[in-house]
């Protein structure tokens, strides 16, 4: 790992990958809905993956992607605690630390992403806070921008990261699972490339996404979690 040494005291990792593909935040839970009211527009579909984009009031692009897969809603906190297996399905992740939040529903979390050459690779430092909707058998993950818990390491930080993880159970057999973000990259990059970037890598992430929750260790019950039916 190239964390910085006053990291290694964190010797619990517990903390969720919100990266997923690139931008992950906090958002106030008004509705069981938590991506912003957008102007949303469809722009791709492949393999069981819908992807948007819209673009906000302060000019920031947003990127939604959906899926169903067959599996519990709860799968998805699994395999976002998971952070070592980050590297399988987030796209051009370098590595993912978790590291202790200040409860069970908070976690902070450290990332590291390739870019695309000749550009650095970037770094993002995320809150995630998690929530149940008991009687919806639905959770939320938001994620937000935090402090840079890495100064030491000079990659390019991520800025405005913004996001929320949404798993939703349709059925007895799937889930419905939706990721809305933002974020801006950080140093000198040409917007095409950076609007190109995000769809690519979050429709790559998604597809490796179902992939991995059809495992059968990310369908066990958290039972840390009296929420949880």
């Given at each position: 790992m190239r964390l910085k040494p006053f990291l290694r005291h964190f010797s619990q990792p517990a903390g969720l990958s919100v990266a997923a593909v690139l931008f992950l935040l906090l958002l106030p839970v008004r509705s069981l809905a938590c991506e912003p009211a957008l102007d949303w527009q469809a722009e791709q579909e492949?393999?069981?993956?819908?992807?948007?984009r819209a673009e906000d009031s302060q000019q920031r692009t947003w990127i939604k992607a959906q899926t169903q897969a067959e599996t519990p809603y709860w799968s998805l906190l699994n395999l976002l605690r998971d952070t070592a297996n980050a590297p399988q399905w987030i796209d051009d992740v370098i590595q993912v630390v978790s590291?202790?939040?200040?409860?069970?529903?908070?976690?902070l979390v450290y990332t590291e992403f390739h870019a695309p050459w000749p550009f650095s690779d970037r770094k993002m430092s995320t809150q995630s806070t998690l929530r149940?909707?008991?009687?919806?058998?639905?959770?939320?993950?938001?994620?937000?921008?935090?402090p840079d818990f890495n100064d030491a390491n000079h990659l390019v930080a991520m800025q405005d990261i913004e996001g929320c993880w949404s798993a939703t159970q349709t059925s007895s057999t799937h889930?419905?699972?939706t990721w809305a973000g933002t974020a801006k990259p950080g140093g000198i990059l040409p917007d095409w490339l950076v609007r190109t970037t995000m769809k690519q890598s979050t429709m790559n992430t998604f597809k490796a996404l179902k992939t991995q929750l059809a495992k059968k260790k990310y369908q066990e019950k958290p039972l840390a979690y009296p929420e949880v039916p």
């Amino acid at each position: 790992m190239r964390l910085k040494p006053f990291l290694r005291h964190f010797s619990q990792p517990a903390g969720l990958s919100v990266a997923a593909v690139l931008f992950l935040l906090l958002l106030p839970v008004r509705s069981l809905a938590c991506e912003p009211a957008l102007d949303w527009q469809a722009e791709q579909e492949q393999a069981g993956v819908t992807i948007w984009r819209a673009e906000d009031s302060q000019q920031r692009t947003w990127i939604k992607a959906q899926t169903q897969a067959e599996t519990p809603y709860w799968s998805l906190l699994n395999l976002l605690r998971d952070t070592a297996n980050a590297p399988q399905w987030i796209d051009d992740v370098i590595q993912v630390v978790s590291l202790p939040g200040t409860d069970k529903y908070t976690d902070l979390v450290y990332t590291e992403f390739h870019a695309p050459w000749p550009f650095s690779d970037r770094k993002m430092s995320t809150q995630s806070t998690l929530r149940f909707f008991p009687g919806h058998q639905k959770m939320h993950i938001q994620v937000a921008q935090h402090p840079d818990f890495n100064d030491a390491n000079h990659l390019v930080a991520m800025q405005d990261i913004e996001g929320c993880w949404s798993a939703t159970q349709t059925s007895s057999t799937h889930t419905l699972i939706t990721w809305a973000g933002t974020a801006k990259p950080g140093g000198i990059l040409p917007d095409w490339l950076v609007r190109t970037t995000m769809k690519q890598s979050t429709m790559n992430t998604f597809k490796a996404l179902k992939t991995q929750l059809a495992k059968k260790k990310y369908q066990e019950k958290p039972l840390a979690y009296p929420e949880v039916p």
